[in-house]
């Protein structure tokens, strides 16, 4: 080749080189461009497309419940929806028909798929053919809902390609039905609907963070160190005052006593003296939170809470407890009642028994639970003056403990009392209380005096272990220690030699008490005949005042007036003092003050 040749044919490669060398670099500075100049946003305008975006939520665990002694009450636990794959479930050949072989394959899986899950087979075999024959191309159906971990394994064993699992989390109550109806439950989205859950959401409530990557536009992989992490953060821990053993205990035998009585509900309160930590509001009927649907509404939530009701002679120590307090009478002040009498003003009144006219102590009232004796004891007082002493016991003051659907009672001003209403407030009547108001009056009287505030929650311990305390109020003396003293004396006089004394007898123990039976407003005004709401408090021993325990019972038909609660109170008190180990005593008061002069 001669030198002209070659220089033109060296000439060529150079400037065929060039032209490439521009093209790969134009790519280059292309591929820098998209990779490393905007790279952020190419990668945005794919995410916001959902391209190349993949992302799964990371679901924090809402907080525990736990009793007082850490016995847990209430968890999260993973549940799953189970999906199917239409498409892969016996897949038709080319001509549209099936081999033989797979299906029977897949009646013998779907037999097996629905034992797991509780359902008929031929239901799951139809949401495959109904989903194949609105849908041919759809990859997804949900056979079930909520299924547990258990299910979720043996599934999962069954070596299947054609189910997936979408895991939530769910609330698991571990206890069944113990303190049911004060735990409440959520919604199926996992939204607090009722109860503690409801109550203490704030501490409880978890939230739930979110790991998104970018994922290759064809093939649909992860791609690697594109993870972005937003942790989930749990929820904290409730701790509650509640002993569910205690509350377990109490459960059963409120249910039995119901049903003995044939009454419509019942309830057992316990709370401690000296703290006003509540140990048990167990109900019956009760509610299981793991099946809500299963409890009549009307029982879903706490009866103990939500019940408003006239206390009746309960409230008798609060009317002696004002004129002690006042200094116009002594629990041996007397005066002159029959069983049945028309006062000056008209009104017209009568004890729930018989006896002739004879003179009461002011002790005796209480003891023989007479409403006319209690009427002439509280006309030594003025109305705005007993109107505020019931204030002061907490009468119209609004919910104690704060817990949700707290009933507030409800009491007029005296201006409005009418000929009636002026002696029917002496003995618990023509006002309405709740449970925990009553429970809070005694136990102010049994701790010398002074209101310790109701309590159902002990702390909230999040989830970084900073231990809150709920703001519950500080204590507050409502009467002078001689004045409760004097009472704890006249209380434990009634609880020895009332009617129902034998039947609330507790060997090595001193029970004060005393019964309640309210009678029920009809709805045209009135009280419904021969139907009433029954109730009895107490404290114990009570010569060293430990524990409160009231019981009620709605509408008892087997025994109808108080009474009804007295075998509850037995089993409740002898069943608290023992458990806790409450040292035996005496067993009578130390002085028996006289029912009569």
């Not at 009491?411 to 023509?430: R, V």
Request: aromatic content about 8%; overall charge negative.
């Amino acid at each position: 080749m001669n030198p002209i040749a070659k220089r033109s044919s060296r000439r060529r490669t150079m400037v065929a080189a060039a032209l490439v060398l521009t093209v790969l670099g134009g790519f280059v500075v292309r591929l820098v461009d998209i990779q490393v100049v905007h790279a952020e946003e190419h990668v945005a305008d794919s995410i916001s497309t959902g391209n190349m975006a993949g992302s799964e939520t990371l679901y924090g665990n809402r907080g525990t419940i736990v009793d007082a002694n850490g016995v847990v009450l209430a968890s999260t636990t993973m549940r799953y929806d189970v999906n199917i794959d239409p498409t892969v479930v016996t897949p038709a050949k080319r001509d549209g028909t099936i081999d033989p072989a797979d299906a029977k394959l897949w009646e013998e899986q779907s037999a097996a798929i629905a034992q797991i899950l509780g359902m008929d087979a031929e239901e799951v075999r139809r949401i495959v053919a109904d989903k194949k024959k609105n849908e041919p191309e759809s990859q997804w159906a949900q056979l079930k809902r909520n299924v547990s971990t258990a299910q979720f394994q043996a599934l999962r064993e069954l070596g299947v390609t054609y189910l997936t699992y979408d895991p939530r989390p769910a609330r698991a109550y571990p206890n069944g039905a113990v303190a049911g109806n004060l735990l409440g439950f959520e919604s199926s989205d996992g939204e607090a609907l009722a109860g503690v859950e409801r109550w203490q959401d704030q501490c409880l409530e978890a939230k739930n963070g979110e790991e998104s990557y970018q994922i290759g536009a064809t093939d649909g992989i992860r791609i690697p160190g594109s993870e972005k992490v937003t942790p989930a953060v749990d929820g904290g821990e409730v701790a509650l005052t509640l002993d569910s053993d205690l509350q377990w205990y109490l459960q059963q035998m409120i249910a039995e006593e119901t049903q003995n009585q044939k009454a419509i509900s019942g309830t057992v309160t316990v709370a401690e003296v000296d703290t006003g930590a509540i140990l048990a509001a167990a109900q019956y009927p009760s509610m299981d939170p793991n099946d809500v649907l299963a409890t009549d509404p009307e029982f879903r939530g706490s009866l103990v809470f939500g019940t408003t009701f006239e206390p009746g002679s309960t409230f008798k120590a609060v009317t002696a407890a004002s004129l002690l307090e006042e200094g116009v009478a002594t629990p041996l002040s007397s005066v002159t009642a029959k069983d049945w009498e028309q006062f000056p003003n008209g009104a017209r009144l009568g004890d729930s028994h018989p006896h002739p006219e004879q003179t009461y102590t002011l002790a005796g009232a209480l003891i023989d639970s007479s409403n006319v004796a209690l009427s002439k004891f509280g006309e030594l007082l003025p109305d705005q003056t007993r109107y505020e002493w019931l204030k002061k016991f907490g009468i119209g003051a609004g919910p104690v403990v704060g817990f949700p659907g707290e009933e507030n009672g409800w009491i007029e001003s005296p201006d409005k009392w009418d000929n009636q209403q002026h002696y029917a407030t002496t003995f618990g009547q023509a006002f309405t209380a709740t449970i925990p108001q009553v429970v809070s009056a005694y136990q102010t009287i049994a701790n010398d005096g002074v209101r310790v505030p109701l309590r159902l929650v002990e702390s909230c311990t999040t989830a970084d272990g900073e231990v809150k305390k709920p703001e519950t109020g500080e204590p507050e003396r409502v009467i002078s220690e001689s004045t409760a003293q004097q009472m704890q004396l006249m209380l434990e006089n009634v609880g020895f030699q009332s009617s129902v004394a034998e039947q609330i007898k507790v060997p090595g123990y001193s029970i004060a008490s005393k019964t309640g039976t309210a009678q029920k407003p009809a709805a045209g005004g009135g009280y419904k005949p021969g139907v009433y709401f029954t109730s009895i408090v107490g404290f114990a021993p009570a010569d060293d005042p430990q524990y409160v325990v009231m019981i009620t019972l709605d509408e008892p038909k087997r025994v109808t007036s108080s009474a009804a609660t007295a075998p509850a109170l037995q089993k409740a008190m002898k069943y608290v003092l023992q458990s806790y180990r409450v040292v035996p005593g005496r067993s009578e008061p130390e002085t028996k003050l006289p029912m009569l002069k």
